[in-house]
């Protein structure tokens, strides 16, 4: 008698179909899904929408550490020794996202060789972004780091399109993005719409020819 086959382990299944340890949320614009300071006990995966990162400094100084749209993961930092959030979560816009308890999230990474590859690529592409961030932060102009955060929310070159449009965000937003004030984050995009680059008729779009903002020495 033939042996029965095991189906292979689908790791985009895993991601999208509710199961031990995993529930799908569906999150409204605006709504916070985790705040700095609370349990860290789970990893969730976006299926579909926006999610922001802030941090509140002890004086109350809120920075945006992060803009993240459908296959990025976050809150991972409970997988190593963080017991507690070190930022807030909440959605950009309607969104589906699956919540992961942490002994689920750990145990198929230990099991799954397909899903602990997909997951460590996703990392350490984060890493790399973290990286150019900080290097971003440190040597460029606030001009360069506007015309640069515009880029990579279009996911400029990533499907080879020369205008893209990205959701409406507010300039508050940006401004605590890129480590500056909204006033000058209103004259740059001000700039940078009569040049050309951008259009703002009640959509924000992105033409390629930003990037020669974040090339220009």
């Known amino acids: 008698m ?26 409204r614009k605006k709504e916070i899904l985790f ?15 926006k999610v922001k990162l802030t941090v509140v400094s002890p004086r109350g ?7 993240l749209g459908p ?10 020794a963080q017991l507690v959030r070190m930022a807030t979560a909440k959605s950009m816009a309607d969104s589906t996202i699956v919540r992961i308890e942490k002994t689920a999230m750990i145990r198929v990474l230990h099991k799954e060789r397909t899903f602990s590859e997909l997951f460590m690529t996703y990392l350490l592409s984060r890493n790399v972004r973290i990286e150019e961030d900080l290097v ?8 360069k780091r506007l015309a640069r955060i515009l880029l990579l929310l279009a996911n400029f070159g990533k499907e080879g399109k ?7 965000m507010s300039q508050e937003t940006l401004a605590e993005m890129i480590g500056t004030t ?6 740059f995009m001000n700039k ?6 951008i259009e703002c008729d009640g959509e924000l779009r992105i033409h390629s020819s930003l990037l020669n903002v974040v090339l220009h020495d």
């Open 61 to 67: 100084k809120e920075a945006v550490v992060a803009v």
């Open 162 to 168: 020369k205008e893209i449009v990205i959701p409406k």
């Open 182 to 187: 909204r006033s000058r984050v209103s004259f």
């Open 192 to 197: 940078f719409k009569k040049l050309g680059f």
């Open 136 to 143: 971003d932060q440190l040597f460029n102009s606030s001009e």
């Open 71 to 80: 296959n990025h993961f976050f809150g991972e930092g409970c997988l190593t």
């Open 2 to 27: 033939a042996r029965k086959q095991i189906p292979a382990f689908d790791p985009q299944a895993f991601l999208t179909i509710v199961g031990k340890g995993k529930t799908i949320l569906s999150s």
């Open 35 to 49: 705040s700095q300071g609370d349990a860290a006990d789970a990893v969730f995966y976006i299926q579909t929408g």
